[in-house]
Structures are given as structure tokens and as C-alpha cells.
């Protein structure tokens, strides 16, 4: 099957193959490297590698580091491991960055054509004379500069004569043009900074909107895929693809991005600022959407590509339910993950009438949906530990659990009675005592009588300790945070209940659990062994996802 659903960027490169417009699909992977990729570049990913892979193309990934004060190695590592993860092996691995020279060029070529001049003009001037979408822009002082004049000054811009913003390299277009992007937009900087790839070679860097269209046409990108704010860049795309007289053609296309509830913050100067101020664990805290943070939350790459191929592609904006990334995970970890039982608030229960010696081993499946995946022995004894919320002192109408006098079944084992609760001072239960009934032992086919609830347990005397970490929304009421906006109030709504760590219990089996490794705990839902946190002898669980939900593709 094909790695990406039918979308209308897959249309168009059907046709471009078919009237031998191009005769190979190229495109390119181009994230800034200034923070770490989250879940919106993974649709990115996704279409630009499984386009070309539908079509037996090839896919670049490229840093676009034109950029230098934001940009750092962590970063370029930390996405090549991500795009890596997700399962995709790139082309050819670039750095806009080497491209400088050939930009540099470029740039002169504008200059001797006419179509570029150096602006005195300071970026505040600059800005305002470009004028609005009902003004036009006015010309600027130094717009008829020679040639000749334009190519000096712009030698020495290079040379590092002149200061940061005391000059730019503007192309010449059209000031009063609609689309104020073709209102010579600036296309060269000044900034004395050191480049994390270049060093101290250079102090002019070209701005994203003229590097970008280089950088796809000197790798031969035939179809270049972005998000729809740059819908507005297209016409200067063209302009400087056919005025710098590239030899590739690359055209651009763009989709919407991907926005998904309860996850607003996809950006990753918005998730730096959540790590730089210490409210996040990291850029792989399991609570932000970054790739490394589901990465170590459990997700898996299968689930991720599903349900990227599954939103589609498309043009109009709309908001992604999270619950169906969640169902991709739980799609995928269904008849994979071993069902074991974890006690997450833990209340012990005394069986008075088990021989107080006494211990067995119990037949458990290792998932009820998945045969193949065999049994296992757990151990039973005299004390065991209940989850919390599995006993009720005055239980509601229809609690089926335990309660003084009520008996239940225990998940792979025997029907418990509950005879008598134990308070400390508080007057908080801090035991139970019960009996069992022997006959009534999972798998023998008792029959005798019924009980209508089933709760799970570890047994005590070797319960492996452990700790568990759920987590909610690290943000509240987001309503506004869907489009990009600037503004940093999001920082203001973080939710304090973000993270709730439990001291509980798993079956003695886990002990051997390493980083990574997934579990289905009983009633509990999808559970990941933290890669960071766990030690031996004491695992620490991140909740993947809760068992159910309402949502349906
Ligand atoms: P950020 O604001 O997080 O830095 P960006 O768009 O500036 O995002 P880039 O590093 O430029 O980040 O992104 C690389 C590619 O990923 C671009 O082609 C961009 O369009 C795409 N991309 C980024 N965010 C999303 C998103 N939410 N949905 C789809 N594609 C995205
Ligand atoms: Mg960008
Ligand atoms: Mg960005």
C-alpha cells in the first residue's frame, strides 16, 4: 500500500510525471535547526519522504540554517535522530549553509540585472515604506543606485565594513504590487554573529524567502511542499527561480498545517521557551508533542505515520482531534503489548483463611486478543495489593467491587470476601481482611456461583515497586493558541496538575522491564518504561493512553 493517502500534491505529481514535466519526484525535508521537531513536522516528514517514496523518488533532508543566532548542533542531531526514528532514510543529507557561496552569487547576478540594489534605509524605514494592503509602498532614496555602485557596496556589506541593519540587499520588483511580499523584500542581511556551520566566514545572510527557492533548485527539488502562510511567498518563489536563472525549476505547494487539540504548542520557539523556564522535564518531557516527548511518552513510529496518513492533506484549515493519534496507538499496541496487572494506589488486602506460609503460581494470559502470545506464571499469597478505588466502604448503587461482606473475583485467581476493614487514627482504611474460597480458582470452571466484579492485584510478598506518571494537558484552554500567533501568554495558562505520579506496584516479571518497553496494564490502559527515569529493580511507567475511548475514524 502507499504510504500516503490521496491528496491533491500526490494529483499533481501524477500529472507533472505523466506530461514529462519532471522524470524523477525530489523533494526535501527543511527545518530550521533551532529547537526540536514535534508532530507537525512529522506530517511534513511523512509527505515529503512517503511522496517521493510512492512515486520511487528521493528526498533530501535539509537544514535551513540562514539563521545563525538560533541555531545549534543539539538541534541538527536531535532531528536527524527523529527523522531516522520515524522510520525514513534521506537522500542527501544539506546545509543551506553551504550554499552561501553560490547564494552570494546569485545575488550579484540579481545585482547586474538591474534587479537588486543595497538600501541605506534602516529595517523601522523600511518596513513602513512598504505600505499596507491599501497603500501602496513608497520608493526608496537609493533604489536607482548603479549597478556598478550596488556591486561595490554590496562587496563591502560581505567584507564586514559596515554594521548590523546599517545596510540590505533589497530586490527591485514593484513597490505599489498587491502582494506587498513583491514590494522589494529585503533578500540580504548584515549580522556579525558566529554560524554554528560557517563560523566567522561570513557576516551577510541571505533572509529564508530568497535562500529558500536556491537551495530547492540547486538540489533539483522538483516539488517543493510547505504549510499555507507561505501561500503568499509563491510569486517571489517564481521571481527569483526565473531571475536567478537556475538550472532545476522547483515549484512550491502548500497544504495546511497540522493543528491538533489540547496540543497547541507546535513551535518549537514556544516549546523552548517551556523548556528554558524549566516547566518542562526537557525538550522529551512526555507532555509536549515533540517527537523525542512522544518518543518517550510510548508512542510508536508506526502510530505516528498512520495517523499522519490518515489527516490527510489538504488546504483548509481544521483542528485535529488528539484522540486520534490515540487511537493509532492503541491500534498498533493492541495485539503487540504484553497484558500485565499494576496496582497504581495501592490498599492491602490480608486472605486470613490462605495458609499464612503458603504461596502458589497462577496461569495468567499474556493477552486475551492474541493468542500467540502465550501465558505466564504469576505468583499468589497470602497478602496481596488492591487497587484503591476497588473497595468502597458505603458503596454507591451498582458498585460491583469490593465492599465490607461483598465478594468479587480476582483477575487469574480466586473469588476473595471482603469480612473486615482496618482504619489507623485518621479513620483511613489501611487494610482489608477477606477470605477466599479455593473452589472458585480461575481456569478450573467453577461454576458454583457468581460474582459481578473482577479486579486486578499483585501479590505482595514480590510486587516489584514502581512508579507511574499520568499525565493531562500541560496546557489550559487553548482556544486561541491554534493559529501561529507571537504572543507568549500561553505561558500564563500552563496547567499545575499537569503530571501526577503515583507509588504502586507491577508483577514481579517486570523487574527485568527495559526503556521503551510497552505494557498493557489491566484497566489501566497503555503503559512505557521511561527511558530517563527507571532504575533497576524500580521501573518508572509513563501512560501512553487510557483503554477506551469514544472515538471512532
Ligand atoms: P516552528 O514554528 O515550530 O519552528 P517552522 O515551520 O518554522 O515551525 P521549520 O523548521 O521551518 O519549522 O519546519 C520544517 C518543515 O516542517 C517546514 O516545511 C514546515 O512547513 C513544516 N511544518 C512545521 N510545522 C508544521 C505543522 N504544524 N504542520 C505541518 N507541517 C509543519
Ligand atoms: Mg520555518
Ligand atoms: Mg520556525
Given at each position: 500500500s502507499s504510504a500516503t493517502s490521496s491528496n491533491f500534491i500526490k494529483t499533481i505529481m501524477e500529472e507533472d510525471l505523466a506530461a514529462g514535466k519532471v522524470t524523477e519526484i525530489v523533494t526535501r525535508f527543511p527545518p530550521e535547526p533551532n529547537g526540536y521537531l514535534h508532530i507537525g513536522h512529522a506530517k511534513s516528514i511523512c509527505l515529503n519522504f512517503g511522496l517521493a517514496d510512492d512515486f520511487g523518488g528521493r528526498t533530501n533532508l535539509r537544514f535551513d540554517d540562514t539563521n545563525p543566532v538560533k541555531e545549534d548542533v543539539e538541534y541538527v542531531e536531535s532531528i536527524k535522530r527523529d527523522v531516522q526514528w520515524l522510520g525514513f532514510d534521506w537522500d542527501g543529507l544539506f546545509f543551506a549553509s553551504d550554499y552561501f557561496g553560490r547564494m552570494y552569487e546569485k545575488a550579484r547576478l540579481l545585482i547586474d540585472k538591474g534587479l537588486a540594489y543595497v538600501d541605506d534605509q534602516n529595517a523601522d524605514r523600511i518596513r513602513e515604506s512598504r505600505g499596507t494592503l491599501t497603500e501602496p509602498g513608497i520608493e526608496s532614496?537609493?533604489?536607482?543606485?548603479?549597478?556598478?555602485?550596488?556591486?561595490?557596496?554590496?562587496?563591502?556589506?560581505?567584507?564586514?565594513?559596515f554594521g548590523n541593519g546599517e545596510k540590505v540587499l533589497r530586490a527591485k520588483i514593484d513597490m505599489a504590487s498587491p502582494n506587498i511580499n513583491m514590494r522589494d523584500p529585503v533578500i540580504y542581511r548584515i549580522v556579525h554573529a558566529h554560524h554554528h556551520n560557517t563560523g566567522d566566514a561570513w557576516c551577510i545572510y541571505p533572509m529564508y524567502a530568497f535562500a529558500h527557492p536556491l537551495e530547492d533548485a540547486f538540489e533539483g527539488v522538483t516539488h517543493s511542499i510547505c504549510t499555507l502562510e507561505f501561500e503568499d511567498q509563491r510569486p517571489f518563489y517564481d521571481w527569483v527561480i526565473e531571475h536567478c536563472e537556475t538550472e532545476a525549476k522547483p515549484h512550491q505547494y502548500e497544504f495546511s498545517r497540522l493543528v491538533i487539540d489540547k496540543m497547541p504548542v507546535t513551535s518549537k520557539r514556544k516549546l523552548k521557551l517551556l523548556v528554558d523556564n524549566g516547566i518542562v522535564d526537557g525538550w522529551d518531557d512526555p507532555r509536549l508533542p515533540t517527537i523525542s516527548g512522544l518518543r518517550r511518552k510510548g508512542y510508536t513510529p508506526e502510530a505516528i505515520r498512520h495517523f499522519c496518513r490518515e489527516v490527510g492533506?489538504?488546504?483548509?484549515?481544521?483542528?485535529?482531534?488528539?484522540?486520534?493519534?490515540?487511537?493509532?496507538?492503541?491500534?498498533?499496541?493492541?495485539?503487540?503489548?504484553?497484558?500485565?496487572?499494576?496496582?497504581?494506589?495501592?490498599?492491602?488486602?490480608?486472605?486470613?483463611?490462605?495458609?499464612?506460609?503458603?504461596?502458589?503460581?497462577?496461569?495468567?494470559?499474556?493477552?486475551?486478543?492474541?493468542?500467540?502470545?502465550?501465558?505466564?506464571?504469576i505468583p499468589f499469597?497470602?497478602?496481596?495489593?488492591?487497587?484503591?478505588?476497588?473497595?468502597?466502604?458505603?458503596?454507591?448503587?451498582?458498585?460491583?467491587?469490593?465492599?465490607?461482606?461483598?465478594?468479587?473475583?480476582?483477575?487469574?485467581?480466586?473469588?476473595?470476601?471482603?469480612?473486615?476493614?482496618?482504619k489507623n487514627g485518621a479513620g483511613e482504611v489501611t487494610e482489608l481482611r477477606c477470605t477466599y474460597d479455593p473452589e472458585t480458582k480461575?481456569?478450573?470452571?467453577?461454576?458454583?456461583?457468581?460474582?459481578?466484579?473482577?479486579?486486578?492485584?499483585?501479590?505482595?510478598?514480590?510486587?516489584?515497586?514502581?512508579?507511574?506518571?499520568?499525565?493531562?494537558?500541560?496546557?489550559?484552554?487553548?482556544?486561541?493558541?491554534?493559529?501561529?500567533?507571537?504572543?507568549?501568554?500561553?505561558?500564563?495558562?500552563?496547567?499545575?496538575?499537569?503530571?501526577?505520579?503515583?507509588?504502586?506496584?507491577?508483577?514481579?516479571?517486570?523487574?527485568?522491564?527495559?526503556?521503551?518497553?510497552?505494557?498493557?496494564?489491566?484497566?489501566?490502559?497503555?503503559?512505557?518504561?521511561?527511558?530517563?527515569?527507571?532504575?533497576?529493580?524500580?521501573?518508572?511507567?509513563?501512560?501512553?493512553?487510557?483503554?477506551?475511548?469514544?472515538?471512532?475514524?
Open positions: 532614496p537609493f533604489r536607482n543606485r548603479s549597478a556598478e555602485e550596488n556591486l561595490a557596496l554590496f562587496e563591502r556589506m560581505k567584507n564586514g565594513e492533506v489538504s488546504k483548509s484549515f481544521g483542528i485535529v482531534d488528539e484522540r486520534m493519534l490515540e487511537h493509532f496507538i492503541r491500534e498498533d499496541l493492541k495485539l503487540k503489548a504484553l497484558r500485565t496487572m499494576a496496582v497504581l494506589r495501592p490498599l492491602k488486602v490480608v486472605i486470613t483463611n490462605y495458609p499464612e506460609d503458603g504461596s502458589e503460581w497462577l496461569e495468567a494470559e499474556n493477552n486475551a486478543e492474541n493468542e500467540e502470545m502465550g501465558t505466564r506464571q499469597s497470602r497478602e496481596i495489593f488492591i487497587e484503591r478505588d476497588d473497595f468502597m466502604e458505603v458503596p454507591p448503587p451498582k458498585y460491583f467491587r469490593l465492599f465490607p461482606g461483598n465478594e468479587v473475583r480476582l483477575k487469574n485467581a480466586y473469588f476473595i470476601k471482603c469480612e473486615e476493614v482496618v480461575s481456569g478450573t470452571g467453577f461454576t458454583g456461583r457468581k460474582v459481578k466484579g473482577t479486579i486486578h492485584w499483585v501479590d505482595a510478598s514480590q510486587a516489584v515497586p514502581a512508579e507511574f506518571r499520568l499525565f493531562e494537558p500541560l496546557v489550559q484552554d487553548e482556544a486561541e493558541e491554534t493559529e501561529e500567533t507571537e504572543n507568549s501568554s500561553f505561558l500564563d495558562r500552563i496547567n499545575p496538575n499537569s503530571l501526577e505520579t503515583l507509588q504502586g506496584y507491577v508483577e514481579p516479571g517486570m523487574k527485568e522491564a527495559a526503556g521503551g518497553d510497552k505494557f498493557q496494564f489491566f484497566r489501566h490502559g497503555y503503559f512505557n518504561v521511561d527511558p530517563n527515569l527507571s532504575g533497576p529493580d524500580r521501573p518508572v511507567f509513563n501512560r501512553i493512553v487510557s483503554l477506551k475511548s469514544s472515538f471512532e475514524i
